[in-house]
C-alpha cells in the first residue's frame, strides 16, 4: 500500500493526452500500450505532479466529487497501486 | 475516378530533413474560394475524393471550415498531418466522420532518436500522441514512412510499432531528392531502394496490418500511380491545378511543365483537359524511350523517372557524389529525344 504522503509523477516514457471532454489517455512508450482514465481517474492523473501527496489530492478530489474523504483517499491510493504497477507513474522521494 | 491531392498551404510548424525547402516555413495559404471551385467544378468529371496535404495542412487558418465544406459537399477526404496540432483540431473528424477515409501520420523513424533526428525534437511523442487520440476516439489512422539511409532499418520497427498501436496500415515511400536531403547524405542508392522494398514485401507477408509501398517503387509497369494513369491530380497552394504532390513544391527544381494552370484563371474542367493531354504526352515518350532501349534500370524507379522528366533535379549536377548523380539524362527537356548519358557514352564509338 502506498502512504497517504507519497508524492507521484508521470513516469518519462508516458505520453498524456487530455481529450475535449476532459478524458485522459495514456500511452506507454516501453510497453506500447494505452490505458484510458475514467473522469475521476483523469482528474487525479492531472494533479500527479510530483509535488501534491497522495492526501493533499484526495482533498480535492473530495471537494469536486462530494464523496468522503476516506472514499477519496481509497480511490485515489488505488489508483496510484495501478499506475505505479503499470510503470505510468513513479513515486517521488519524501520532500526532506 | 481518384482522388484530388489539395495543399491547403506551405506553412509548416516543422523543418523536416528530407522535405521540399518550398514546404519550409511557406505562407500561402489555399483561399476557400478555390476549394468551392474544386468541389463544385471536379464532381461532374467524376471526382469523390479530396486529400489534403501541405505544408501541414492542419495550419490553415480555416481548417475546420475546409473540411466542413468537403464533407458537405458530398466528397470522402483524408488528410496527411505531422500530427503536433492534433489535440486541437480533431473533434472536427468526429464532427465529419462518415465522410472520413483515414488520416495519415508522418512516422520517419522506429525510435523517438530517428524520428526526432529527421523531424525534430518532440516530433515523435507528438505524433504518437495523436495516434492515442484516434485509437480512443474510433478515428481511423494509417501511417506514412519516407524511407532513407538514416532509418531504413528501421522500417520492421515502424510496422510493428503502428500495428501494436492500431494503425490501419504502413505506406513505404521513396525518398524524391532535395538539396537539403542530399547534404544529409539520406538518399539511398538504388540497391539500397531494391533491397529495402524487397524486406517490406517479407514483412507485409508476416504482418497483421498491410504495409504497402507508395507508388515509386521499381516496378515494371511504366504508369503505376494515380497521376501517371490519369485518375489522380494535385492542386497547390496557389490554386495550381498540377499532375502530383511529390513533383509541386520542389522550389529547387526549374521544370514547371506539370502545372496544367490556375484555378485562378481557369475552370476546373479546362485545366485538367490539358492535364490529360499532357498526360498523353508523357505516356507516349516514356513508352518510346522503353521501345528504343533507352530506359536506364533506375527509370523503373517512376518518381526519378518524373523527376528527371520534368527536370525538378537539375540541382543534382552540382552534387556529383550523391548516389542519382550518374543516373541523370543528358538532355531532360520534355519532349526532347531524351538519351541517357550512360548510353550516350555506350554509344559512343571511337573514329579513326
Ligand atoms: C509534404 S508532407 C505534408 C503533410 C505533413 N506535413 C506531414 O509531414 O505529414 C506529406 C508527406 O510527404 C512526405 N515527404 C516530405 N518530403 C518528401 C520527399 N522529399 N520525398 C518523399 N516524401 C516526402 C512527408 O514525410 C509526408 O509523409
Ligand atoms: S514533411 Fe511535413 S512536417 Fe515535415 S517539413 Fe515537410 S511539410 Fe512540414
Ligand atoms: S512523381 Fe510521377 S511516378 Fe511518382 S507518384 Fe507522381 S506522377 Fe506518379
Known sequence: ?96 | MGSIVVELTNRCNLSCQHCFSGRHGGSAVLPLDVLRKILDEARPLGFTKLGFTGGDPTLHPEFRTAIRMTAEAGYRYGVVTNGWTFPAIYTIFQEHRMELSGITFSLDGGSEGTHDSIRGTGSFRKVLRAFSICVVTDLPFTVNMVLNSRNVDEAERVARMSARLGAGAVRFGHLMPTPLAADMKLDLTPVQRREAERRIRELNAASPIPLVLAPGYHAADLFPCGPLRGDDVNVDCHGNLTKCCHLSGQEEGGGQEDVAGSLHEVSFAEAWRRLVEENARVREEKERRQREGLLLDSDYFPCWYCSLYYRKVDWLRGHPDHPWAGLMWEDAAPAAPFVPLSQLLRNAEPRI
Not at chain 1, 2 to 24: C, F, M, Q, S, Y
Not at chain 1, 30 to 51: K, Q, V
Not at chain 1, 77 to 90: I, Y
Request: net charge negative.
Open chain 1, 1 to 96: 500500500m502506498i502512504a497517504p504522503d507519497a508524492r507521484l509523477k508521470p513516469h518519462k516514457d508516458v505520453i498524456h493526452t487530455k481529450l475535449a471532454n476532459g478524458e485522459v489517455v495514456l500511452l506507454h512508450l516501453g510497453s506500447e500500450s494505452y490505458f484510458s482514465l475514467n473522469e475521476t481517474g483523469s482528474a487525479i492523473w492531472t494533479l500527479l505532479d510530483g509535488n501534491a501527496t497522495l492526501e493533499q489530492i484526495a482533498g480535492e478530489i473530495e471537494s469536486r466529487y462530494e464523496v468522503s474523504p476516506e472514499q477519496a483517499l481509497a480511490s485515489v491510493a488505488e489508483l496510484a497501486e495501478q499506475l505505479v504497477a503499470q510503470k505510468l507513474a513513479t513515486l517521488e522521494h519524501p520532500l526532506s
